[in-house]
């Protein structure tokens, strides 16, 4: 306290993260140091383990969540009557909250329902070693002078960890979830689904083999992959039109094609596509003259 009040007085401004480690926290009390010290963003998550379980650390379990998820929207709904925006930092599942309270979220607080998929948020140590999170600091760590630059290091943690993670086990119906199933949530913490880090082949590699698939006239082998690529650009796009185009499913090519086109970022993909579309086009309408013409 004594800190923040330093801090002010220099000209700094000040933000303050809350983590919530049993079910029982006392949110009046982090709201009152909010609006003593003019803080208007409150940033919060509950409190996830690490991959490795460091001793006597305190968390919140999944099987917690249910009990717990009734007295954080009660926080938020004080927040919002404190006029302090409150907003999730590390993400939740998405059924963390009942669809009632989530909708009550929606309205007062809609940057704590702004749930997401995770990303890698980079730590390095006094030794520059750098790994994706603080949860997942025992896995793949590498050294921050390996790297050229910051989009090196975050490519790298997502080709070797986020890519390869599998859908989360959570709970029993995160395997039949729709949105574990096109992942837009990944349970809450990686951490929780330690089983399914690893858990299926890097974008790259189902890239490379959809590819080279297509390129040997294997259709069905090419959408097998393709369905595990959770990547929305232009390229897959292509390659799903190109798919179709090998059983002659002239219409879906071209769907997938007209994709590639709204989804193309550069001139090339662009041009691309738009050839890939009017060949289609064409073969499309040769196709239609010989169904005419036959007696």
Request: charged share 25%; proline share 4%.
């Amino acid at each position: 306290m004594h800190n923040i009040d330093v801090a002010l007085n220099l000209g700094i401004p000040v933000n303050i993260g809350f983590n919530i480690w049993r079910q029982d926290f006392n949110y009046q009390e982090i709201l009152d140091v909010c609006e003593s010290f003019g803080i208007e963003y409150l940033r919060w998550t509950v409190a996830y383990p690490e991959l490795n379980p460091s001793p006597e650390v305190q968390v919140l379990s999944p099987s917690e969540y249910h009990a717990v998820a009734p007295r954080i929207a009660e926080f938020l709904e004080a927040a919002y009557w404190q006029h302090i925006q409150v907003y999730l930092d590390c993400p939740l599942p998405k059924c963390f909250f009942t669809s009632e309270q989530l909708g009550r979220i929606q309205l007062t607080q809609p940057k704590s329902a702004a749930f997401r998929s995770c990303g890698p948020v980079i730590d390095v140590n006094p030794a520059l070693e750098v790994f994706r999170c603080y949860a997942l600091s025992d896995l793949e760590r590498t050294q921050l002078t390996d790297f050229d630059n910051f989009s090196e290091l975050m490519a790298y943690y997502k080709r070797v960890i986020d890519e390869k993670y599998d859908r989360p086990q959570v709970y029993d119906r995160c395997d039949t979830c729709e949105f574990a199933e096109d992942r837009s949530c990944y349970g809450g913490c990686m951490a929780n689904s330690a089983e399914s880090i690893g858990g299926r082949e890097s974008q790259e590699t189902l890239l490379k083999i959809a590819y080279q698939a297509i390129q040997q006239g294997r259709g069905q082998e090419a959408e097998v992959a393709l369905k595990k690529v959770f990547r929305k650009d232009a390229g897959v796009s292509l390659l799903w039109a190109h798919r179709w185009n090998i059983d002659g499913d002239i219409s879906q090519a071209k769907v997938f094609a007209r994709q590639a086109v709204n989804r193309s970022r550069t001139v090339q993909m662009r041009e691309m596509a738009t050839t890939l579309l009017q060949q289609l086009s064409a073969s499309g309408h040769k196709q239609k003259r010989e169904l005419l013409n036959q007696p």
